[in-house]
């Protein structure tokens, strides 16, 4: 793919999508009904996308035969969650376009890395610092002040890989129980609300973002998103304007999320990026059925080289993920009005698991 031969697939052509999980799922059934097929490659034997599409490939991340075989039989390739491997990509990368570029996993896949470019772009951040030994915390603690948030710098979600330090808290105990020489100390956010922007961009530098989310998480996991978040329109608008710069500087193509903090001021609210995912987005599933196209049909249009649709929300949305247990009551969803239950075909529930989702729309009431 170059800028005078993009990617232009047509009804037919095969999407092969890296990962397995729900995102895939989803991102194979938007495709179908463009009448694009997919092809998944995953290690997992049980990965629920394997059950949507025709072709799957099960194999480790690491098996160059393998995946070369996957790209003879795909005319482009996406991934569906940032911890493929970019070696993964960058093999494929050689073959088949890989959109978003495989570039784009040396910046996100690294919190630090991540930190650094949104800085550098002058977007605000909490305050951060490299760490690497106790000794480095210690004097990062001095620097930043508690309480802070210490990460892992790679293959951190769902709150994994993190732990809040506070005062009087063992730091080499802290530093030795994360198992990590390679982490990020990061200041304690006193936010008002956490929110994300959904935006999709084309190779040709179009953006198209959806309406800003509001997100509440349990036990550092994602329960529910509101659409629209509860926040002036004037900051609305400066959230969407930071993803948009964000895509811009990535030359991203497809769709991805940015995170945020709102923090009170002493005037207006502000907000803080927290991170990037570059890919759909569980805050994005309201999506499905909250708005006249999905983060998914998105995301298949914008890798495809076809034109983005304009997102129109049907009403107020509220996403609800059913995590863990909560998915043996999944009937109870389904005489609620206005409500849509999306399962996943996963198998046993565990505590923390992603089984499904519902989204509520409420229309607009009539003037």
């Not at 000794?135 to 990460?151: F, N, Q, Y």
């Not at 570059?278 to 298949?300: K, M, Y």
Request: hydrophobic share 40%.
């Amino acid at each position: 793919m170059t800028a005078s031969n993009p990617v232009k697939l047509k009804p037919g052509d095969t999407i092969g999508i890296l990962g397995g999980g729900q995102l895939g799922r989803m991102l194979a059934m938007a495709a179908a009904r463009l009448g694009l097929r997919c092809q998944v490659f995953s290690p997992d034997p049980d990965s629920p996308a394997f059950d949507v599409v025709q072709h799957a490939t099960c194999a480790e991340y690491a098996d160059v035969e393998a995946l070369e075989l996957f790209a003879n039989d795909v005319d482009v390739v996406t991934y569906e969650f940032e911890n493929v491997p970019a070696a993964t990509a960058m093999v494929l990368a050689a073959r088949r376009p890989v959109l978003p570029a495989y570039k784009i996993l040396e910046t996100t896949q690294d919190r630090l890395i991540e930190k650094d470019f949104i800085s550098k772009l002058g977007i605000g951040t909490a305050d951060y610092a490299d760490v690497s030994s106790v000794a480095t915390l210690r004097s990062a603690i001095e620097r930043i002040g508690l309480p802070a948030v210490i990460k892992t710098r790679r293959f951190g979600y769902d709150g994994k890989g993190q732990a809040i330090i506070r005062q009087g808290d063992d730091i080499e105990q802290v530093w030795d129980d994360l198992g990590t020489k390679s982490a990020i100390l990061e200041a304690f956010v006193p936010f008002e609300r956490e929110i994300s922007v959904i935006a999709a961009r084309s190779a040709s530098g179009e953006v198209e973002c959806f309406d800003v989310t509001e997100n509440e998480h349990r036990d550092h996991i994602l329960k529910i998103s509101r659409a629209p978040a509860a926040i002036p329109e004037e900051l609305a608008a400066q959230a969407r304007a930071i993803a948009e710069k964000i895509a811009a500087a990535l030359d991203y193509v497809g769709v991805l999320a940015v995170e945020l903090f709102v923090v009170p001021g002493n005037g207006d609210a502000t907000v803080l990026v927290n991170e990037i995912a570059p890919r759909v987005h569980n805050s994005g599933h309201w999506t499905l059925d909250g708005a006249s196209i999905s983060q998914f049909e998105q995301h298949i249009r914008a890798i495809a080289g076809w034109p983005l649709g304009k997102p129109v929300r049907h009403g107020e949305v509220t996403m609800t993920n059913l995590i863990g247990d909560d998915i043996l009551n999944y009937e109870q969803w389904l005489s609620v009005p206005g409500a849509t239950v999306h399962l996943y075909g996963k198998g046993t529930p565990r505590p923390g698991r992603k089984m499904g989702h519902v989204t509520e729309v409420t229309p607009p009431r009539k003037s």
